[in-house]
């Protein structure tokens, strides 16, 4: 295949993070929720068994995409309250 015809992204959890990120953007609390557990579903996938321990850790990208997540929450919960 050549160079540029490869994805960009190897994996779901990246297009779902690229995702959430837009959602984000957007200021759209209701899908970047909806991203973010998906996020969750596509990292924590085929991981198995009842004694299975994460060992995968989040990017930078994944972790700030969840932090601008709970940010965003807090101030729409605010313009909610006034």
């Given at each position: 295949?050549?160079?540029?015809?490869?994805?960009q992204?190897?994996?779901?959890?990246?297009?779902v993070?690229?995702?959430?990120?837009?959602?984000?953007?957007?200021?759209d609390?209701?899908?970047?929720?909806?991203?973010?557990?998906?996020?969750e579903?596509?990292?924590t996938?085929?991981?198995?068994?009842?004694?299975?321990?994460?060992?995968?850790?989040?990017?930078?990208?994944?972790?700030?995409?969840?932090?601008?997540?709970?940010?965003l929450?807090?101030?729409?919960?605010?313009?909610?309250?006034?």
């Amino acid at each position: 295949m050549p160079e540029a015809n490869k994805k960009q992204y190897q994996r779901l959890s990246d297009l779902v993070t690229q995702a959430m990120r837009l959602a984000l953007d957007q200021k759209d609390v209701a899908i970047a929720d909806i991203l973010s557990r998906a996020l969750e579903m596509s990292l924590t996938r085929n991981a198995g068994g009842r004694d299975f321990l994460e060992r995968r850790e989040m990017s930078d990208d994944v972790n700030k995409a969840l932090d601008d997540l709970i940010a965003l929450k807090k101030a729409a919960k605010g313009k909610l309250q006034r």
